[in-house]
């Protein structure tokens, strides 16, 4: 009996070491699948910018450059991921949203999503749109318009020769994780929260960002981000480098904003800070314009993180 006690408690101890190393194996399989997830994406932009010359706008009117139909990059680049079938079922006539759309709005692309964020549940009032995980770089401004300073504007298509601050030191993806459409769970990474739109510089809104505290509940909260790849607005398929990775995320509002006010459209015409963020531990994958891919730490110091973002600006990314 002894003896079969100590067995017992050796293995257990066995256990209780193996367990956590294979967790920590499973997160590194998931980081490293997404990690490729994200450079097939820059091949696909890198081989879409050799066929047009530029980049697709981060929201647009394919090559109009208008606003009325916000399609996303994710969108204008499945003919270069091999999904030309998904591609063909777009009517780009109408809107992402159009009844027209329904089938290829509610089709899952399986490269669009981090394998670390599926085992996550959903409300069961969740959109049932496709989501992505990955999302176009705006830049480093609380803008939500044109007026950004990365690749990924709003109806402007960057070229390569418009980076001025170097290739391999500009951003053109990174991830965030999808919102759970529960307005009444909190969760930082893929929630937004309310702030006044009195902030009107990019370190007004990181300030307000900072102070929020993220337990104000459904009359302040958003949940349904990143539910269309389709479309390219901030909510659905963008992000800006104002917070560093894995912070919490703000849209610009009114004060006193009624419960029924829809954040996600706040963030789309006031702008505000929609901020990288993933399941990995300590950090958020990015996609660069020279196609290579980094684990960027949650601890990057917020100008570097910032510069990482812009194509003009010409700071000094230094280390990371």
Known sequence: ?????????????????????????????????????????GVALIAYHTQFDMFPSGRTDTFTGGLSKNWSPHAAILPFLE???????????????????????????????????LTRSYSSGAVANGRSNYRSCAGALWNADDTNNGV?????????????????????????????????????????????????????VYNACKQVKASVG???????????????????????????????????????????????????????ALTASSRHWGGVNVLYADGSINFIGDSVDVRLWRALATIREGESTGDL
């Open 1 to 41: 009996m002894i003896e079969l006690l100590v067995v017992i408690a050796v293995i257990g101890i066995l256990m209780a070491l193996l367990l956590p190393a294979l967790s920590a194996v499973q997160g590194a399989v998931r980081r490293t699948s997404c990690s490729n997830n994200l450079r097939q994406i």
């Open 83 to 117: 999904q030309q079938q998904y591609y063909d079922m777009i009517n780009f006539q109408v809107k992402p949203a159009d009844d027209a759309n329904d089938t290829i709005r509610q089709t899952q692309i399986g490269i669009y999503l981090c394998p670390a964020d």
């Open 152 to 204: 990924f504007p709003e109806i402007s298509f960057t070229r390569m020769s418009d980076i001025y601050d170097g290739t391999s030191k500009t951003v053109l993806f990174s991830e965030r994780n999808t919102g759970d459409g529960d307005n009444n769970a909190i969760e930082v990474s893929s929630d937004i929260y309310r702030i006044d739109n009195s902030n009107k510089t990019v370190d007004d």
């Open 218 to 272: 459904s009359a302040n909260q958003s949940s349904e981000a990143g539910r269309m790849w389709l479309n390219g607005q901030l909510f659905t398929t963008r992000y800006m480098h104002v917070m560093t990775p894995n912070t919490i995320s703000c849209a610009r509002e009114k004060k006193n904003a009624s419960a029924s006010t829809d954040l996600g459209s706040s963030i789309n015409n006031q702008g505000g």
